[in-house]
């Protein structure tokens, strides 16, 4: 599949508790031209784009993660830490 439009540089930041899922998510976005941050869950999310030095354009969570965190959870955490409208 071919993006109509060019991401390039665009920063994707993709939650998932399923490391089969991180793969082919991130595999695709990197395929569209998408800078990929992956994570397991709200935690590791929030360390790998501490390094970035920058906020997600973009954020494609699970809603069931481990440790009984949510989704909606892990969202309403980024957007908390970072201005993400």
């Known amino acids: 599949m071919k993006a109509s ?3 390039t540089g665009k920063l994707v930041v993709v939650i998932d508790d399923d490391d089969r899922v991180l793969d082919a998510t991130s595999g695709l976005l990197r395929s569209w031209g ?3 941050v992956t994570a397991l869950d ?3 999310a929030l360390r790998q784009l501490a390094g970035t030095g920058r906020r997600p354009d973009l ?8 440790k009984g965190q949510t989704g909606v959870d892990a969202i309403a955490g980024l957007r908390g830490a ?3 409208p």
Not at 59 to 66: A, E, G, N, P, T
């Open 5 to 7: 439009r060019n991401f």
């Open 34 to 36: 998408f800078r990929v």
């Open 42 to 44: 709200f935690d590791g």
């Open 59 to 66: 954020i494609v969570c699970d809603y069931r993660l481990s």
């Open 82 to 84: 970072f201005e993400i």
